[in-house]
């Protein structure tokens, strides 16, 4: 994957600090596997020959095991528009993409090292007014899913009451990331209708996290795709310090008016909402919390892979980015191919170039871009000026794509896109 040109210059002193982390220079999805996870390599090989039968591959187990189950969104396959219909009689059965990440929980480790590095690295320990016991243990908490030990080669059994169908399906072997990623179908019920939701577990880990959802979402309606760094949330991508002290030691903060702009277009829309970042999975109780706190629940999309160290977190956020998310909606894409999208998005990184890469690609399905200027965050001129939004939106009616700073300027732009479903 070929990475974007714009990024922040990796800090000396952010280097020299993190001797007790494990750094690599190489393109970060070409980077071999840390020493302690590169047998997972060869057990992922061996479960995918021998399956059921692989003698490594074990069921999670409550008692070593921290196992996450994420959120997802349900839907139906169908063909495009313009495509030869499935006959109305056949029913269209269900399917969703579940998500699990599985750790080691006796194989974390000692995070005081990394937690006291970032604390010097942003100035944290000489500010005044603040309580270092409290924003240690803030980070602390959030550093701990990076360095856990993942779990490759394990199964777990998934868990679902669908208007009283109980369905039990078996899940993995775990990659060698320790994520079990795999599409289930769950059956052609007829009396699931479009935003119905239902709780999913794994036997035996119940109250490791959040309780999940999954979101049923019908072929034809709206759907969202949003960013989340520096769009919905102060990130301040821009920055490395800014991302540390935002994702570390900051509670995270709402941009102003998103959350009452996305209620608006919950009420006026009823779109189907997935939130695309390129952040790493290990973030993703994190933004989870943040999402159900001020935003309407959807479905997260996060990066699959970990990062051992502090610059390469900072290049998940920068690098790459306009490849990974043109990747992840060519996905959702498959999914809900009739669904008209709305992608909101921000100036700082590549936001306006990848959705212009989709629309361009397809035209009848992308149907509004709104891109937030970001002035809140330092060096932004260049990204900010006319001419690299006009450059990345080449070839895009201009109806069909706006910039804004106050999110009060989208009301009319959203009220514009429900006339199509009287239209319609």
Not at 154 to 174: C, F, K, V, W, Y
Not at 309 to 325: C, P, R, W
Request: aromatic share 10%.
């Amino acid at each position: 994957m070929s990475h974007d040109s714009d990024k922040p210059s990796d800090s000396p002193a952010l280097e020299n600090r993190q001797d007790d982390v494990k750094r690599t220079s190489e393109d970060p999805d070409e980077r071999p596997a840390p020493p302690e996870r590169r047998g997972s390599s060869f057990m992922k090989f061996v479960a995918s020959i021998l399956g059921s039968k692989n003698p490594i591959t074990h069921p999670a187990d409550p008692q070593t095991n921290t196992v996450w189950l994420l959120d997802n969104t349900a839907y139906q396959p169908v063909p495009e528009l313009g495509s030869e219909d499935q006959s109305a009689e056949e029913p269209v059965p269900w399917q969703a993409e579940f998500v699990s990440c599985i750790f080691e929980t006796q194989g974390r480790k000692d995070v005081g090292n990394l937690v006291a590095s970032i604390a010097d690295y942003i100035g944290l320990d000489g500010e005044s007014g603040i309580s270092v016991s409290e924003v240690h243990e803030r980070i602390s908490a959030r550093v701990q899913p990076f360095v856990d030990v993942v779990s490759p080669g394990r199964t777990a059994t998934l868990e679902l009451d669908i208007n009283g169908d109980i369905q039990s399906h078996q899940m993995g072997p775990s990659d060698r990331n320790g994520i079990i990623c795999q599409t289930i179908e769950l059956g052609t019920s007829t009396h699931i209708s479009d935003r119905s939701v239902v709780q999913p577990t794994l036997t035996g880990f119940g109250n490791t996290m959040p309780a999940p959802k999954t979101h049923f979402a019908t072929p034809e309606g709206w759907l969202v795709i949003s960013d989340i760094d520096d769009t919905i949330k102060h990130t301040m991508t821009m920055e490395a310090t800014g991302i540390l002290r935002t994702t570390f030691t900051e509670q995270p903060v709402p941009i102003t008016g998103m959350p009452e702009f996305y209620r608006y277009v919950q009420e006026e829309l009823h779109p189907a909402w997935f939130y695309l970042s390129a952040s790493p999975y290990n973030l993703y109780k994190f933004l989870h919390d943040f999402l159900h706190q001020y935003y309407v629940p959807g479905t997260l999309v996060l990066r699959d892979y970990s990062w051992l160290d502090v610059n390469g977190l900072i290049k998940s956020f920068t690098e790459g980015t306009q490849e990974y998310k043109t990747d992840r909606m060519e996905k959702i894409r498959t999914w809900f191919p009739r669904r008209r999208v709305i992608c909101i998005g921000d100036s700082t990184q590549r936001d306006p170039e990848a959705y212009a890469e989709m629309y361009r690609k397809y035209p009848e399905w992308i149907h509004a871009i709104a891109i937030r200027k970001v002035k809140d965050v330092a060096h932004m001129e260049e990204r900010n000026k006319d001419e690299r939004f006009e450059q990345a939106f080449q070839g895009v009616p201009s109806e069909v794509w706006t910039v804004f700073e106050d999110p009060v300027e989208l009301y009319d732009f959203v009220d514009q896109l429900g006339m199509e479903d009287q239209v319609l």
